[in-house]
């Protein structure tokens, strides 16, 4: 026979304190879980959204980032002239671009911060479809003036709209614009004039990275064979969105490794107390457990019973770390991105496949917190039970 569910349930309802502290105990450790993975997620999808597939990133050769990349401008030509290349117009489309990192003095916390500064020309914004002025305008060519990604908008000094911070010692660039690329990486940038960023750096004659857009993605192993196999050149090419998605690599192992050993430790004190909870509760229904086991119902129901018990416990903590964690969706995240060395700006992006592993965690807390207590009520003696 089986034992009824309302049981539990009844069981349950009657201890509210313990199965109340129980359960936010594990609605804890799902809670940080959760968020752990959603951050993880977020980095992921911002770098990740960053890249086309129908555009290439050339690279200098050896090169694991555009900061670390130098390309000579008759080697841009080149490779803007190879085979596979999409033409807009009379001109091919693509664009050198440079990149460095400058130190900001953060807003509403000590000390400085890395930001990704970008070189670009107008051909970025033909590359670049998604990206668009939401507040100003645009950076005009040659003048000392920047635009300022929207999740960067007014974390560090000077980057808000009409305010200005010095691009070098003594090279100061007003904020004329406010730009946004469908919650990409380069909404963590400032971009300004290529050529007022390598004057002001020293770096006339090369860029640091040459995007082109090709006839189609299919196109790309036919580019990239061009660009590699030319040894004058040491250049390689990759695809934008694999590009990104390495660049995304490290960052985001790096929070789902420390969430899930946050996670890891916070759910042996949960377990623990969930099991403490069984333990105390086994220890007050001594009677009920001889009761059943007179009225004929087997061992195996009783385990079945209480590890039933313990799994439903842990789910109602499950389900409420899991919908706290939403609310998690609607906060903005800033840490250096281990692959650029500059400040990014993250969301945590709630999945449902992420809210499902939350719970099977719990469930899983459930059946390792409950097992032994269930095996204890299991071999309790009828007789003595019944005597108390």
């Not at 200005?164 to 010692?169: D, G, I, Q, V």
Request: a positive charge.
């Amino acid at each position: 026979m089986i034992i009824p569910l309302r049981y539990n349930l009844r069981s349950l309802f009657v201890r509210r304190a313990t199965t109340a502290a129980t359960a936010i105990g594990i609605a804890l450790v799902v809670f940080v879980l959760s968020s752990a993975l959603m951050l993880s997620e977020g980095v992921r999808r911002t770098l990740g959204s960053a890249g086309k597939a129908d555009v290439a990133i050339v690279l200098r050769k050896g090169s694991s980032a555009e900061l670390e990349s130098g390309v000579e401008d008759p080697q841009v030509a080149l490779v803007k002239a190879m085979p596979g290349v999409r033409r807009a117009g009379a001109e091919p489309a693509g664009s050198g671009e440079v990149v460095v990192v400058i130190a900001l003095e953060k807003l509403g916390a000590s000390g400085v911060t890395n930001v990704g500064v970008r070189g670009v020309l107008e051909a970025a914004f033909t590359l670049r479809p998604d990206v668009r002025v939401v507040a100003g305008r645009r950076a005009a060519p040659g003048a000392d003036e920047a635009m300022v990604g929207i999740r960067l908008r007014g974390r560090m000094k000077g980057l808000d709209l009409g305010q200005s911070f010095e691009l070098k010692k003594n090279r100061p660039v007003q904020v004329v614009g406010v730009f946004d690329d469908g919650g990409s990486a380069h909404e963590s940038e400032v971009w300004v004039d290529r050529e007022v960023l390598r004057s002001s750096f020293g770096r006339e004659g090369s860029v640091s990275s040459v995007r082109v857009r090709l006839d189609s993605p299919a196109s790309f192993e036919a580019f990239r064979a061009n660009v590699e196999q030319d040894k004058r050149l040491g250049l390689m090419a990759q695809r934008e969105t694999a590009y990104y998605e390495k660049q995304s690599e490290g960052t985001s192992l790096f929070i789902s490794v420390l969430g899930s050993l946050v996670a890891f430790f916070f759910s042996l004190g949960a377990m623990i107390g969930a099991m403490n909870t069984m333990y105390a509760s086994i220890a007050n229904r001594q009677r009920e457990i001889g009761t059943m086991r007179a009225l004929g119902f087997s061992r195996t129901s009783i385990l079945f019973c209480f590890l039933v018990e313990a799994v439903l416990l842990s789910l109602a903590g499950g389900a409420l770390g899991a919908v706290l964690s939403l609310a998690m969706g609607s906060v903005r995240f800033s840490m250096i991105n281990f692959a650029s060395f500059s400040e990014v700006v993250f969301r945590f992006e709630p999945t449902p496949q992420i809210l499902a592993v939350s719970l099977v965690v719990s469930m899983a807390m459930g059946v390792l917190g409950g097992f032994l207590p269930a095996v204890r009520a299991a071999r309790t003696s009828p007789l003595a039970a019944m005597r108390g």
